[in-house]
């Protein structure tokens, strides 16, 4: 599939944020699914097969990225997470990683955020081609 | 040697002398006054006897002392006749003592062989005048005048005189007469007898006096010998402190020596006299009889100054007369320079006693004033000395008796508890009194009457001991820790107190980060979009605005840091933060290329706040971490991992544990070393201040000011050591708290 561009689900409850990460995104040349709500998270996750989730971990109403990762997850057990957070406790980052969620700490540097984007949606592809042929 | 009145008696005795010798012929008398001593006397007597022409004569002396009488002189007598006469006073049935004891000459009949009658004549020591002692001590109980006047029965006990102490002498003169002797023959015998008794008076009384002269001739030389042995010297002198006599001591000091007369001998003779002469002169003054001074005098023959104690006695003839002055001199020098001496030791040993007073009462003032209960106790674990507090808790020493095993006051006086706490001590003292150890110390638990509760006391033991290595002493220090405690949680809740503040400000450090985060990730991406659309008169502007971003950004991601843990104070252990933070790092360090070394010890839980320790470590680790990076020349970051050794240095974490005096507590310390770029000098001094680094616009410069802030609220200490192009070491001690 050399034609489609990679679908990346972005949730972020601070509009301004998810604006800038959303063109971030569209100008590296993926195809980003921008959501400001963990309610509108699920129902993208329901509709689109994505190639890597990024979630801020504290969403509206105490809902988290873990959340949406699990629904997405029970679709596609592989696909590729990125937990985006500013502050995360021990526990949270331990659970992060006992589930093999990457984790970037907010404020993320640009080129770190690029190559962590790039590694995993290579990986991610790598496995759904080995899965798919 | 006559005095006048002597003369004049014998002038009234010659008459009597010229009558007595009418019977007497004229040779018998010459050859009795011819006779030099008194054992002459009876045999000339037997001779002439019988040249008067008796036939035989004897004479039978008594023994005064023990009564017997035997034949002394005898002519014409055989043996066996002789022994008729060997008798004693109390054989009342021998006719002479009949005669003897009656004192009065008789005829005896039919005494002689062929029935012959015998004249027998007593005779004792008696003279008419008193003797020349009588006479000179004015005494007139002269044995031989009382013989002459009251001639009695002969009495053995009364035959020693009384003035003189002479024992007299008594005989009887037998002559065998013809069967019928005439009455003048009879008063020519008694006329010879009595001439000769009165001879043999005076050489009797010659002869004692002679003995006595031998007697004292004897006692003189023994006096003599005395005197001359005596080492000091000893002086007679008479009324004009002429020296009458004086010993070979006294010589030395007052006679010229024979064998070298010097000048100045004799002068030291002279002055010594002089002196001497003196001091006897003061001390007749001085009245008293008996009387001592103090001479000096000079050694004629070594010069010497000897000091002598001189002590004069009068001496006294026996008629009281005052003959001179016996003066006996003690060379007191050696005595009194050992005098002088134990003076001066004397107030020496004063002077020590009194610095030793001023000692033990400035430390018994100390021991007072401790403020800890001290206790002494003797080599066999005896208490001999406690200070008042030490006396609080276990009671008084007997003073009286230190140390006789009663130790404290009788028991019954004292409060069981008090006992109790005793025996505790006791059984301590025992077992460190008799241990190798010289110092010791431990805890005890004991009933405090002040505060009627039980404390645990720290306490502390050493040893004194005596010259011969062996425990004299020993000192026990305790120490009330339940104040010391009571310290140690104020501090202690005071630390939690500063980490929870701190930690209070790290979450409104927190919550701003977070509030001003969401903008800032905004921001940076809106600048990152920006990228390659600005005019080229713009750029300089859009540069400043990505730099600086980029600069809040980093700040509010390290205050963040502090808020991202949850705040837990209470203990931990130290190994398991170094173990969670070194794996949590264990990517980045590899990838850098750093070999971290782990050097961990045994240790005692730390109270305080894990997560703030994490953060110091993570901090120091961080540091450390970005010194060691490679220069930028040596490729891409990712490079690194390739290689398998171990080029980017070394990171070193080490802990242990420095004990405190109980062994227990002190201070657990933690070194976190590395070899990379280390800090300038003049950097070290601000290195822990606010917004200072090394990494330029890569630090926030808050890393080593936050490890400091939060060793402080732990009661740590925190020290840096550097040099530029070396390395850095960390060295944080925490204190264990009990």
Not at chain 2, 682 to 711: C, H, M, N, Q, Y
């Amino acid at each position: 599939m050399p034609s489609r561009k990679p679908r990346v689900l972005i949730v972020d409850d601070e509009a301004s944020v998810l604006v800038t990460y959303r063109m971030i995104l569209e100008q590296q040349g993926y195809e980003p699914t921008a959501v400001l709500s963990s309610a509108e998270a699920l129902s993208a996750v329901e509709k689109t097969d994505f190639d890597l989730l990024m979630c801020d971990l504290s969403l509206e109403e105490s809902h988290t990225g873990f959340e949406i990762f699990e629904v997405a997850r029970s679709r596609t057990p592989d696909v590729p997470c990125v937990l985006l957070t500013g502050y995360a406790s021990h526990e949270a980052v331990q659970q992060a990683e006992a589930s093999g969620i990457a984790v970037l700490f907010k404020p993320i540097d640009i080129e770190e955020f690029l190559s962590t984007i790039e590694t995993l949606v290579r990986s991610g592809h790598g496995k759904q081609k080995a899965s798919g042929e | 040697m006559a005095s006048p009145q002597m003369r004049a008696q014998s002038v009234e005795i010659m008459p009597q002398v010229e009558r007595r010798s009418q019977l007497t012929s004229g040779r018998a008398a010459y050859r009795l006054i011819a006779a030099e001593r008194a054992d002459e006397i009876f045999p000339i007597l037997v001779e002439e006897i019988v040249g008067l022409g008796f036939p035989r004569a004897l004479v039978a002396a008594v023994d005064l002392e023990s009564g017997e009488i035997r034949p002394v002189a005898a002519l014409n007598c055989p043996k066996t006749y002789q022994q008729r006469f060997n008798t004693a006073l109390w054989q009342g049935e021998n006719p002479i003592v009949g005669v003897l004891r009656a004192m009065q000459p008789a005829v005896l009949p039919k005494q002689a062989p062929g029935g012959r009658p015998i004249y027998c004549h007593p005779i004792v020591y008696r003279n008419r005048t008193v003797c020349w002692e009588a006479e000179r001590e004015r005494r007139f109980e002269c044995l031989a005048v009382a013989n002459y006047h009251a001639p009695r029965r002969l009495e053995l006990q009364e035959q020693v005189c009384r003035t003189c102490n002479m024992r007299a002498y008594a005989a009887a003169v037998v002559v065998e007469l013809n069967h019928k002797p005439t009455e003048r023959q009879i008063e020519q015998l008694r006329q010879l007898i009595e001439l000769a008794n009165r001879y043999l008076a005076r050489l009797f009384k010659v002869d004692h006096y002679y003995n006595r002269m031998r007697d004292m001739d004897v006692t003189i030389s023994q006096m003599q010998t005395v005197m001359q042995s005596m080492a000091d010297p000893v002086i007679l002198t008479d009324s004009q402190h002429r020296v009458i006599t004086q010993n070979k001591a006294a010589e030395r000091f007052f006679k010229v020596p024979e064998q070298e007369v010097t000048e100045g001998a004799a002068r030291a003779v002279e002055l010594n006299n002089m002196l001497f002469s003196a001091a006897l002169s003061s001390m007749a003054v001085s009245g008293s009889s008996d009387a001592s001074r103090d001479l000096t005098l000079v050694d004629v023959l070594e010069g010497e100054e000897v000091l002598f104690e001189a002590v004069s006695a009068p001496s006294y003839s026996s008629d009281g007369m005052r003959t001179g002055l016996v003066t006996v001199m003690r060379d007191v020098t050696d005595l009194r320079r050992a005098d002088q001496e134990v003076r001066a030791n004397l107030s020496r040993l004063r002077e020590a006693e009194e610095l030793i007073r001023q000692d033990r009462d400035r430390l018994n003032m100390v021991i007072e004033n401790v403020g800890d209960p001290i206790i002494v106790a003797d080599g066999a674990a005896r208490i001999v000395l406690l200070d008042p507090l030490g006396q609080e808790l276990f009671g008084r020493v007997n003073e009286s008796k230190p140390g006789d095993g009663s130790g404290p006051i009788a028991a019954e006086e004292l409060d069981p508890k008090i006992i109790k706490n005793r025996v505790a001590l006791t059984s301590y003292l025992t077992n460190f009194t008799f241990s190798f150890v010289s110092k010791d110390t431990g805890s005890i638990r004991l009933y405090q009457p002040g505060s009627k509760t039980e404390i645990e006391y720290d306490m502390r033991s050493g040893k004194i001991f005596d010259a011969r290595g062996q425990v004299a002493f020993t000192i026990t220090v305790l120490r009330d820790l339940s104040a010391f405690r009571k310290l140690e949680q104020l501090k202690l809740e005071r630390r939690m107190l500063e980490i929870e503040k701190f930690a209070a400000t790290g979450r409104l450090a927190g919550t701003i980060a977070h509030e001003v985060n969401n903008p800032m990730e905004a921001i940076k991406n809106a600048i990152h979009l920006l990228q390659g659309q600005v005019k080229p008169t713009g750029e300089a502007v859009y540069d400043i605005l990505k730099k600086e971003t980029e600069r809040v950004a980093r700040i509010v991601r390290q205050m963040l840091g502090l808020y991202r843990h949850s705040e837990q104070v209470g203990t931990f252990d130290l190994n398991a933060v170094v173990e969670d933070t070194l794996t949590l790092f264990n990517r980045q360090l590899e990838r850098a290329g750093i070999h971290v070394e782990r050097d961990l010890g045994k240790l005692p839980p730390i109270v305080g706040s894990a997560d703030q320790i994490r953060q110091v470590l993570s901090n120091l680790v961080v540091n450390a971490k970005d010194s060691m990076a490679p220069p930028a020349t040596n490729g891409s970051a990712g490079g690194d991992a390739h290689h398998p050794a171990h080029t980017g240095g070394r990171l070193v974490v080490r802990n242990h544990h420095l004990p405190g005096p109980d062994g227990v507590h002190g201070w657990v310390r933690l070194l976190v070393a590395d070899t990379g770029s280390g800090m300038p000098r003049d950097f070290l001094k601000s290195a822990f201040e606010p917004f200072v680094s090394t990494k330029g616009e890569k630090g926030t410069g808050l890393g080593l000011w936050i490890v400091r802030g939060i060793i402080q609220n732990h009661g740590g200490k925190l020290k840096v050591r550097s040099k530029l192009g070396q390395g850095t070491v960390f060295m944080i001690d925490l204190p264990v708290v009990r």
